[in-house]
């Protein structure tokens, strides 16, 4: 087998001078994200607010420990409320819808889903209308099926 020079092909020299000039550009490119992606860390890690909501934030995951703690005790009370005398309690089921509400409030927070703080910050028992927060994502195609209503089951007659 021999081998023939095939003058339609670049030379090795000049794809080995293209390769690195690709290289220093590249190269140049990363250290200037790098260099953008330090300052927006430095910038991130002195913004005081980002550090006043994770000081709530861990404030409020040791009050959602304890209220889960309390509506466990009213899971309890209210077992046996209708062991004994065949029904719930009107107040307890209240009060435990509540304390719902407020723990769906503090989960809301402690994942970036709301910015309004749970209470005291805010009343107690309501959940407020608001619009959540939508971070900029791509929609995938089988999003809206998967968000669609199901169908009923059953034949018409």
């Not at 004994?84 to 989960?107: C, E, M, P, S, V």
């Not at 970036?112 to 749970?118: G, S």
Request: hydrophobic fraction near 45%; charged fraction near 25%; charge should be negative.
């Amino acid at each position: 087998m021999s081998f023939e020079f095939n003058s339609d092909i670049p030379s090795k020299n000049f794809m080995v001078q293209f390769a690195l000039k690709l290289s220093v550009i590249a190269t140049y490119k990363v250290k200037a994200m790098a260099e953008n992606n330090q300052e927006q860390v430095k910038r991130n890690l002195q913004d005081t607010n980002q550090w006043i909501r994770i000081l709530y934030m861990v404030l409020f995951w040791i009050v959602l420990y304890f209220s889960m703690v309390v509506a466990g005790v009213l899971i309890v009370i209210q077992v046996l409320f209708a062991l004994l005398t065949g029904k719930d309690n009107k107040n307890l089921r209240q009060f435990a819808a509540d304390l719902t509400r407020y723990i769906n409030q503090i989960l809301l927070f402690l994942t970036y889903n709301e910015n309004r703080k749970p209470f005291p910050f805010a009343t107690w028992g309501k959940l407020e209308e608001h619009a959540p927060i939508e971070a900029e994502m791509d929609v995938d195609e089988h999003e809206a099926f998967l968000d669609a209503e199901p169908e009923d089951d059953k034949p018409s007659t």
